[in-house]
């Protein structure tokens, strides 16, 4: 069962998950240039079970922040509008990892910017298809 | 999983227009769709795809959960209130199940 979970992973090319990452981002930013700073992932360095690695992002002021995982089979992560009586622009959640790769955020700010980061976590089990 | 067990932490009592954190935890397997059966065949994906809390009927957070959110989703996030009332947390479930809890607060 690992192995059928792994295989469909690999077929995927690399170069189609770039794209529907790629894709999922202009999706959310509507083509618009994601800036710097104002948002933060935390994430641990090392996530030994892929399958549950604890995740928060913050970006003060944020409509909405979006969290892709573009090392896995679907990139998407989570969606989280704030609504009026959100006491703070933060979530904190745990999620599937398939592999190494660079865990990103992205928020869209009151005034309409976004705003983007992105944090390497190092998966030493898998989490998808295991 | 009609026996998704909700779980929330939410103080008693918590000051006018101060944030305070709220804790939830749902019992799901979150089967993602990308695992494979003895038999090589997909297991379709089943797991709960939006949850929202509301106190009063004022949004606090609405959320967007993909098949990359771990089993038994744990979500933590901050709230403030400005008045007495109740929190109302909704789970949505792919097979069309809504499991909800409650959680009354008032203002210290």
Redesign the interface.
Same mark, same amino acid.
């Given at each position: 069962?690992l192995g $059928? !979970?792994g295989l $469909?992973?690999i077929t995927l090319a690399p170069a189609a998950m770039a794209a529907a990452f790629e894709d999922a981002i202009a999706a959310f930013t509507g083509g618009a240039a994601a800036g710097e700073g104002g948002i933060e992932i935390s994430a641990p360095e090392i996530a030994e079970n892929g399958?549950?690695?604890p995740v928060?992002v913050s970006a003060p002021g944020a409509e909405e922040i979006v969290v892709f995982?573009p090392g896995?089979?679907?990139p998407?992560?989570?969606?989280?509008?704030? +609504?009026?009586?959100? !006491? @703070?622009q933060?979530? @904190?959640?745990?999620?599937?990892?398939a592999k190494t790769q660079d865990v990103t955020a992205l928020a869209r700010m009151g005034d309409g910017s976004f705003v983007q980061v992105a944090r390497t976590v190092k998966v030493t089990v898998g +989490?998808? +298809? !295991? | 999983m009609a026996d998704a067990k909700p779980r929330v932490k939410v103080p008693s009592s918590a000051a006018a227009g101060e944030a305070f954190t709220i804790k939830t935890l749902i019992s799901h397997d979150m089967e993602s769709g990308q695992r494979k059966d003895g038999d090589g065949n997909p297991i379709p994906r089943k797991i709960i795809n939006r949850f929202t809390c509301d106190f009063n009927g004022t949004s606090v957070i609405d959320m967007t959960l993909e098949g990359a959110i771990s089993a038994n989703p744990y979500i933590e996030f901050d709230a403030m209130i400005d008045a007495d009332g109740e929190f109302t947390f909704n789970w949505y479930d792919d097979d069309g199940s809504v499991y909800s809890a409650t959680s009354a607060i008032s203002l210290a």
């Open positions: 069962m $059928a !979970g $469909a992973t399958n549950v690695v928060e995982a896995n089979p679907a998407a992560v989570c969606n989280v509008k704030f +609504g009026p009586l959100a !006491g @703070s933060r979530l @904190s959640t745990r999620i599937r990892l +989490g998808c +298809g !295991g | -």
